[in-house]
């Protein structure tokens, strides 16, 4: 426990799959931390245990009520030290934390980044597409109209374009993509750094075809190259 008023929460990056992808400075903040807030208690205690580390979990994601916000918050400026942790990856993008972040923040309350695991960024540079700039669109909508606007909206994007996507709507996606914005570079990352990774690279349609024939499971992200000049 830190003295009163110096609480901190630590944003902290966890693996996105493979379990030794975590950083020295991340396991000594988990372990010395007066509570951990997870998107899901049952995936984070399988981190915590694969390292021996034994502290409080708190259950905290987008759906958590105003009660446990508020809590955190006060156990925080009580001067707790929460480390903030998603069920893989870095808090906040596409993922719960923001709301926790603001309010912390707000009540004077020190934010620290612990930088680790990114999906995005894994696919990204593993994509062999440009990624000096790029755009990070995350999960794309689940309604045919919502996606083809969506598409329809950055047709004439020149930056890279990096998007999440569900196993299970991933060929209508290409498909649309592959109609909307040409045939262009590309490339499918699925289960980024676990055992099955894979990426396949080449122009939209090629990777259509290619996710056709396969068993279209595990998290998936795509990249998409800007219109060239």
């Known amino acids: 426990m830190n003295p009163a008023g110096s609480g901190v929460l630590y944003i902290v990056s966890t693996p996105i799959g493979n379990m030794k992808d975590i950083t020295l400075r991340a396991l000594e903040i988990l372990g010395g931390a007066d509570a951990i807030a997870c998107e899901d208690t049952r995936e984070?205690?399988?981190?915590l245990a694969h390292h021996a580390i034994r502290v409080p979990m708190v259950s905290y994601h987008d759906h958590s009520?105003?009660?446990?916000?508020?809590?955190?918050?006060?156990?925080?400026?009580?001067?707790?030290?929460?480390?903030?942790v998603t069920?893989?990856?870095?808090?906040?993008?596409?993922?719960?934390?923001?709301?926790?972040?603001?309010?912390?923040?707000?009540?004077?309350?020190?934010?620290?980044?612990?930088p680790g695991p990114s999906a995005t960024l894994a696919a990204l540079v593993g994509s062999g597409i440009p990624c000096e700039k790029f755009i990070f669109e995350g999960?794309?909508?689940?309604?045919?109209?919502a996606r083809r606007k969506l598409f329809e909206s950055l047709r004439e994007e020149k930056r890279t374009m990096v998007f999440y996507e569900s196993p299970h709507r991933i060929?209508?996606?290409l498909e649309a993509m592959a109609e909307i914005f040409g045939d262009r570079p590309a490339c499918l990352a699925r289960e980024v750094t676990?055992?099955?990774?894979?990426?396949?690279?080449?122009?939209?349609?090629?990777?259509?075809?290619?996710?056709a024939k396969r068993n279209k499971l595990g998290e998936m992200v795509i990249i998409v190259e800007g219109l060239r000049d």
């Open 44 to 47: 984070t205690h399988k981190l």
């Open 65 to 84: 009520g105003q009660g446990r916000l508020q809590g955190l918050v006060e156990r925080l400026k009580e001067g707790a030290v929460i480390a903030l």
């Open 87 to 114: 069920d893989n990856g870095t808090p906040l993008v596409s993922d719960p934390g923001f709301t926790l972040v603001r309010e912390a923040l707000q009540n004077g309350v020190r934010v620290e980044p612990v």
């Open 139 to 145: 999960f794309i909508p689940p309604k045919d109209g």
């Open 171 to 173: 060929l209508k996606t």
């Open 194 to 211: 676990k055992k099955f990774e894979e990426f396949l690279r080449g122009n939209l349609k090629d990777i259509l075809t290619e996710t």
